[in-house]
């Protein structure tokens, strides 16, 4: 597609729906970017499965300590009253429904809301890791991703063909183009680029979209 979000911007439209207060882990990579734009007033209390629970940003560089890191390895700072775990206390904290969201990259998503974002092939992720742990533990699980491929086959599929992560477990898509509900089984068109038209969209997306009512406009900041 010639017009499409930035993954910044898909980053920070998936940020305006968190709560204040809420329990939240990212996926490693594309997802850690939505802890940059919590919006003001609001504050997510971050959880990362290595043991780490209110964690803030990244530091400057050569300012990280390095016994500081994330599930991605990456550094991160701690913010007042932040707590460490075990290992398998933070698995027990995810497995016992107490995170509410969870947000997470993906190769494809089905309209049933199965999810698969992990791959057996030479390029892809080499295991399911605590995905497959947070998709059924997190309250609510949505995706941000690209809405179709490098290749531009649709990311949004009726049923995935990768192995599944999770079945029936995503309720919201944040993408490139939309932002689509999983409801009933189905893709649920709730908002997309005022440029692009609901026949473009549907041609880019491998089952049906459901449109119950209006549309909204997906708007995102130069960020």
């Known amino acids: 597609m010639s017009t499409k979000l930035s993954n910044a911007q898909i980053a920070w439209r998936a940020a305006q729906d968190i709560e204040d207060g809420a329990y939240v882990n990212l996926g490693i990579g594309f997802p850690e970017m939505v ?21 803030g940003e990244s530091p400057a560089e050569g300012e990280e300590d390095w016994d500081l ?12 009253g932040a707590a460490f775990f075990h290992h398998a206390d933070s698995f027990a904290m995810v497995r016992g429904g107490h995170l509410d969201v969870a947000i ?49 086959k649709p990311k949004l599929v009726k049923r995935c063909t990768l192995p599944l992560t999770g079945v029936g477990c ?14 009933n089984q189905r893709f649920v068109l709730r908002e997309k680029l005022p440029a692009l038209s609901i ?10 979209l459901v449109i119950p009512g209006p549309v909204g406009d997906l708007i995102a900041p130069e960020v």
């Not at 890191?69 to 007042?80: D, E, H, V």
């Not at 974002?117 to 998709?135: E, F, R």
């Not at 995503?170 to 409801?183: F, G, H, M, P, W």
């Open 35 to 55: 802890a940059k734009f919590q919006p003001p007033g609001r504050q997510a209390i971050f959880h990362t499965e290595n043991g780490v629970l209110n964690f």
């Open 69 to 80: 890191i994330n599930a991605g390895k990456k550094a991160i700072t701690l913010k007042p």
């Open 104 to 152: 997470l990259g993906t190769y494809e998503v089905a309209e049933n809301g199965d999810l698969a974002n992990w791959s057996t092939g030479p390029k892809g992720v080499p295991a399911v890791g605590g995905a497959m742990d947070l998709v059924h533990g997190a309250k609510r699980v949505a995706v941000i991703t690209d809405h179709v491929t490098k290749e531009g």
């Open 199 to 208: 026949e473009d969209l549907q041609a880019v997306t491998g089952a049906e």
């Open 170 to 183: 995503v309720t919201r898509i944040y993408s490139s183009l939309a932002v689509i509900d999983i409801e």
